[in-house]
C-alpha cells in the first residue's frame, strides 16, 4: 500500500521559514517523480512544485519560485520542501504527491502551515 | 499559465441523478485533463485521467469527455458517497493549474 506521510507543519512567522518532509513508503520511490500540491483554507488546489525521479529536473509555481526549494533523498525515500520568506498566503495545507506522467495519483493526509504574527 | 475555468461552483442533485460538471481551459489542451474527487477533511482521489480514462478502482457511474479546451465530467447516477468537491486539472502546460471546484451536495 502506497503512504506518503507529511510533517513539519505548524505555525510560523510571516518571513521566517520551514522545512516540510514527506516519508514514502509502499512503492519504489526512486522511480516516481513527486510534487508539492497546496490548499489555502476553503480554496482551490495550487500546485507549487515538481521534482524528477533522478533529481534532474526541477519547476516551480511562480507564487513561490524563488522562495521554496523542493529536493529529495531516494536513499531515505524522503521528499522534502524548503519554505523561506513565509508570507500570510502561504497559509494552506500542504501536500505531497506521486506523479505518474502528470497524473497526480497518490496523495498523502497532509500537513498544515499557519503564517502569522 | 492556463486558466481552467469550472462550473457550476457547487450544485444540490437527488440521488440517482445524473450530475454533469463542466471545465473549459484557456488554451488547447488536448486531452491532458484530469479530473479529482476530494471528500470534506480528506485529500483529492484521482478519478479520471487524460480527460476520458478511468482510474484503475473507480466506480464506472464516473466517466470524462473532451478534448481542446472543454471537458465534461458525468456521475451517471449519483450516489451517497459521491459528496465532495469535483476539480479538474490540466497538464498540457507548466504550471500544472486546477479548476475552482465543484461542490457536490445531496
Known amino acids: 500500500e502506497v503512504q506518503l506521510v507529511e510533517s513539519g507543519g505548524g505555525l510560523a512567522q510571516p518571513g521566517g521559514c520551514l522545512r516540510l518532509?514527506?516519508?514514502?513508503?509502499?512503492?519504489?520511490?526512486?522511480?516516481?517523480?513527486m510534487n508539492w500540491v497546496r490548499q489555502a483554507p476553503g480554496q482551490g488546489l495550487e500546485w507549487l512544485s515538481y521534482?524528477?525521479?533522478?533529481?534532474?529536473?526541477?519547476y516551480y509555481a511562480d507564487s513561490v519560485r524563488g522562495r521554496f526549494t523542493i529536493s529529495r533523498d531516494n536513499a531515505q525515500n524522503a521528499l522534502y520542501l524548503q519554505m523561506n520568506s513565509l508570507t500570510v498566503e502561504d497559509t494552506a495545507v500542504y501536500y505531497c504527491?506521486?506523479?505518474?506522467?502528470?497524473?497526480?495519483?497518490?496523495w498523502g493526509q497532509g500537513t498544515l502551515v499557519t503564517v502569522s504574527s | 499559465d492556463i486558466q481552467m475555468t469550472q462550473s457550476p461552483s457547487s450544485l444540490s442533485a437527488s440521488v440517482g441523478d445524473r450530475v454533469t460538471i463542466t471545465c473549459q481551459a484557456s488554451?488547447?489542451?488536448?486531452?491532458?485533463l484530469n479530473w479529482y474527487q476530494q471528500k470534506p477533511g480528506k485529500a483529492p482521489k484521482l478519478l479520471i485521467y487524460?480527460?476520458?480514462n478511468l482510474e484503475t478502482g473507480v466506480p464506472s457511474r464516473f466517466s470524462g469527455s473532451g478534448s481542446g479546451t472543454d471537458f465534461t465530467f458525468t456521475i451517471r447516477s449519483l450516489q451517497p458517497e459521491d459528496i465532495g468537491t469535483y476539480s479538474c486539472?490540466?497538464?498540457?502546460?507548466?504550471?500544472?493549474?486546477f479548476g475552482g471546484g465543484t461542490k457536490v451536495g445531496i
Open positions: 504527491v506521486r506523479d505518474e506522467n502528470w497524473q497526480l495519483i497518490d
Open positions: 518532509s514527506c516519508a514514502a513508503s509502499g512503492f519504489t520511490f526512486s522511480t516516481y517523480s
Open positions: 521534482i524528477g525521479s533522478d533529481n534532474r529536473r526541477v
Open positions: 488554451q488547447d489542451i488536448s486531452d491532458y
Open positions: 487524460g480527460a476520458s
Open positions: 486539472q490540466q497538464y498540457g502546460n507548466l504550471p500544472l493549474t
